[in-house]
């Protein structure tokens, strides 16, 4: 099925460095999301996108619509060990027929901080 | 405001069974979506109900099938169960046009 390119797969951090993640795809969504899971449970929504350059922050993150709408960033400064899980970007698109989404998921970022 | 819930969380068939997952959306939401993940594959879009109609199909086989109920919660099914179906179940609920939230999961293991 259809996916986006997430990357990095994996980052291993110092507790207190600035994490950096990215998606792109040939396709545009009119909606960005940005996920954590943790394990044994489902993604939790962290930031959501909802126009082309918007740029939006929740606490220690911040994300950003990329201005073609074929990409995203999520940004996590001064980790800390509570943010070990791993990260999904998600593009939200309207199905030609109208009125329905689906989400098309990354792959997932790992991120390990190390206390 | 509750949060979705699926049940059962851990599930253990053998090859062949069917199997049947539920998920309750929070209060309000009339779109549910489920989702298979899996290590190799990642999130994979099952399919969507709104208003018990199934809107839209994901690429997988006939086996998958869904329904929801006149009070939005969602029921899948799985028939016929293979080793590959083995991952995590996840169902999501939002508004149409909105963001969409996930629950916990059923974790089915097919052996």
């Known amino acids: 099925g259809q996916q986006l390119n997430q990357s990095p797969q994996s980052m291993f951090i110092q507790e207190g460095e600035d994490v950096s993640m990215n998606c792109t795809s040939s396709s545009i969504f009119n909606t960005w999301l940005w996920y954590k899971q943790e394990p044994g449970e489902g993604p939790v929504l962290l930031i959501a996108l909802y126009k082309a350059g918007e740029l939006t922050s929740n606490g220690r993150l911040t994300a950003q619509f990329g201005i073609t709408r074929k990409d995203s960033f999520l940004n996590i400064s001064a980790s800390i060990p509570s943010d070990v899980g791993i990260y999904f970007c998600?593009?939200?698109?309207?199905?030609?027929?109208?009125?329905?989404?689906?989400?098309?998921f990354g792959k997932g970022t790992k991120l390990t901080v190390n206390p | 405001k509750a949060g979705v819930t699926q049940t059962p969380r851990y599930l253990i068939k053998t090859r062949g069974q069917q199997v049947t997952l539920s998920c309750s959306p929070i209060s309000g939401h009339r779109s549910v979506s489920w989702y298979q993940q899996t290590p190799g594959q990642g999130l994979q879009f099952l399919f969507e109900y709104f208003s018990e109609t199934q809107r839209n199909k994901g690429n997988f086989p006939g086996r998958f099938s869904g329904r929801q109920f006149s009070n939005s919660r969602s029921e899948m099914n799985v028939s016929t169960l293979e080793l590959g179906d083995s991952a995590l179940y996840l169902c999501?609920?939002?508004?149409?046009?909105?963001?969409?939230?996930f629950g916990p999961g059923t974790r089915l293991t097919v052996l």
């Open positions: 999501a609920s939002g508004h149409p046009g909105s963001t969409q939230y």
């Open positions: 998600a593009g939200q698109q309207i199905w030609p027929q109208g009125g329905s989404e689906k989400l098309v």
